[in-house]
């Protein structure tokens, strides 16, 4: 247009595109959780916030120790997030065996990882800042939050809204997929119609005759209409966009994204065993121990509160599991790396995967299989 031009690959507009939507579902997660689910309790939350801060700082730390002072110091990133969809996806294989408490557990300190991936990506990893573009974004999340404020129930509005946002935050150098978390978050958690609203409107429905009078200009029908809205709108948006999206994030943009960027070319020249190793450690050593220790010192400092169901063995076997960074790890690669260490990162990404969620699934199918000794009865 004119002088203007902007034009992106098909690969960003997967990486950066698709991937918005999935960091805005996760967003839509963690806010339903805190406001109305399991992490309601803030001592409870803090738990998850806890492992989730251990396993990103201590990863990025050994990272950093054993790779820090060559070509691949800028692959710190890479080792801090951990694959919500991978997790979740174990902890399904060994069924009803594996606590509540710490299906719980893992799945919001996924969350908190993911959020907190996504901000080292949009510090960490994003360009030169682009001050009026970044003062559009600003402004756009303003104009959200005041259609909000103002009632404005068209959902098709706030994904105009959220597209100009993308499209803004695109241009301003900090990573576009910010975009999905913070509209996520600002996303309601509570319905428009409450329950005592809801059951007065069916009841008036429920309290008509039966017989065909709901067509036409009548009151029966004008009845029936308003129970329409209001059984949608007693859902929250926070639910009704997550279970909208939550099938096209998990079986159309994972898949898509996995197979744009987990091909690797193995080539020898090319493959760096430092980053390779630093990568490996950072997953399977670095990230578990981290969740471990956080969550043991959140607990002794009574900053967190551990289930009873919880042990501390089993926390650490699902802690093993954490170490899984396919989808999130891959995407922090490709902002790191040029193509020439790429590999050796990507080699990294796969091997640990593979380590931690096989020895995850090992150490907690072992903890839960164990029966407790039986203790003879004394006479």
Same mark, same amino acid.
């Given at each position: 247009?004119?002088?203007?031009?902007?034009?992106?690959? /098909?690969?960003?507009?997967?990486?950066?595109?698709?991937?918005?939507?999935?960091?805005? =579902?996760?967003?839509?997660?963690?806010?339903?959780?805190?406001?109305?689910?399991?992490?309601?309790?803030?001592?409870?939350?803090?738990?998850?916030?806890?492992?989730?801060?251990?396993?990103?700082?201590?990863?990025?730390? /050994?990272?950093?120790? /054993?790779?820090?002072? %060559?070509?691949?110091?800028?692959?710190?990133?890479?080792?801090?997030?951990?694959?919500?969809?991978?997790?979740?996806?174990? $902890?399904?294989?060994?069924?009803?065996?594996?606590?509540?408490?710490?299906?719980?557990?893992?799945?919001?300190?996924?969350?908190?990882?993911?959020?907190?991936?996504?901000? #080292? #990506?949009?510090?960490?990893?994003?360009?030169?800042?682009?001050?009026?573009?970044?003062?559009?974004?600003?402004?756009?999340?303003?104009?959200?939050?005041?259609?909000?404020?103002?009632?404005?129930?068209?959902?098709?509005?706030?994904?105009?809204?959220?597209?100009?946002?993308?499209?803004?935050?695109?241009?301003?150098?900090?990573?576009?997929?910010?975009?999905? #978390?913070?509209?996520?978050?600002?996303?309601?958690?509570?319905?428009? =119609?409450?329950?005592?609203?809801?059951?007065?409107?069916?009841?008036?429905?429920?309290?008509?005759?039966?017989?065909?009078?709901?067509?036409?200009?009548?009151?029966? +029908?004008?009845?029936?209409?308003?129970?329409?809205?209001?059984?949608?709108?007693?859902?929250?948006?926070?639910?009704?966009?997550?279970?909208?999206?939550?099938?096209?994030?998990?079986?159309?943009?994972?898949?898509?994204?996995?197979?744009?960027?987990?091909?690797?070319?193995?080539?020898?020249?090319?493959?760096?065993?430092?980053?390779?190793?630093?990568?490996?450690?950072?997953?399977?050593? %670095?990230?578990?121990?981290?969740?471990?220790?956080?969550?043991?010192?959140?607990?002794?400092?009574? $900053?967190?509160?551990?289930?009873?169901?919880?042990?501390?063995?089993?926390?650490?076997?699902? %802690? /093993?599991?954490?170490?899984?960074?396919?989808?999130?790890?891959?995407?922090?690669?490709?902002?790191?790396?040029?193509?020439?260490?790429?590999?050796?990162?990507?080699?990294?990404?796969?091997?640990?995967?593979? =380590?931690?969620? =096989?020895?995850?699934?090992?150490?907690?199918?072992?903890?839960?299989? +164990?029966?407790?000794?039986?203790?003879?009865?004394?006479?």
């Amino acid at each position: 247009m004119g002088g203007f031009e902007y034009a992106r690959s /098909l690969k960003h507009w997967i990486n950066d595109g698709l991937m918005t939507l999935f960091f805005f =579902v996760v967003a839509l997660e963690l806010k339903r959780e805190i406001v109305l689910g399991e992490l309601r309790d803030p001592r409870m939350a803090t738990l998850s916030l806890a492992g989730a801060l251990g396993g990103m700082a201590a990863p990025a730390g /050994l990272y950093l120790l /054993l790779a820090g002072g %060559g070509a691949g110091a800028h692959g710190w990133g890479i080792v801090m997030a951990t694959d919500t969809a991978f997790v979740i996806g174990c $902890l399904a294989l060994l069924g009803p065996r594996v606590p509540l408490s710490l299906r719980l557990f893992l799945l919001s300190l996924a969350i908190f990882d993911d959020i907190g991936a996504i901000m #080292v #990506v949009a510090v960490g990893y994003g360009g030169a800042l682009n001050w009026p573009a970044l003062a559009l974004a600003a402004s756009g999340f303003a104009g959200v939050a005041l259609m909000a404020r103002l009632g404005v129930r068209d959902i098709a509005l706030y994904f105009l809204a959220g597209g100009a946002i993308w499209l803004a935050l695109d241009a301003s150098g900090i990573h576009a997929t910010l975009a999905g #978390v913070l509209l996520g978050l600002m996303t309601p958690a509570r319905g428009w =119609v409450s329950d005592n609203r809801l059951r007065a409107i069916l009841s008036r429905v429920l309290a008509r005759p039966t017989g065909e009078h709901w067509s036409g200009d009548t009151d029966e +029908r004008r009845d029936l209409q308003r129970a329409r809205v209001a059984t949608k709108e007693a859902l929250s948006p926070v639910e009704r966009l997550e279970i909208m999206l939550h099938p096209w994030v998990a079986f159309a943009i994972m898949p898509v994204f996995a197979l744009a960027n987990a091909g690797v070319p193995i080539a020898s020249a090319n493959f760096d065993t430092t980053i390779a190793v630093a990568v490996l450690a950072g997953f399977v050593i %670095g990230k578990p121990l981290g969740v471990l220790v956080f969550s043991y010192l959140a607990v002794r400092l009574g $900053l967190a509160m551990k289930p009873p169901s919880l042990s501390w063995p089993v926390l650490a076997a699902g %802690g /093993l599991l954490t170490g899984i960074g396919f989808t999130m790890a891959l995407f922090i690669a490709e902002l790191a790396f040029d193509p020439a260490l790429l590999v050796s990162a990507k080699l990294g990404i796969l091997a640990a995967s593979i =380590v931690a969620g =096989v020895g995850g699934l090992a150490a907690l199918f072992w903890m839960t299989s +164990r029966k407790p000794l039986a203790i003879p009865q004394s006479r």
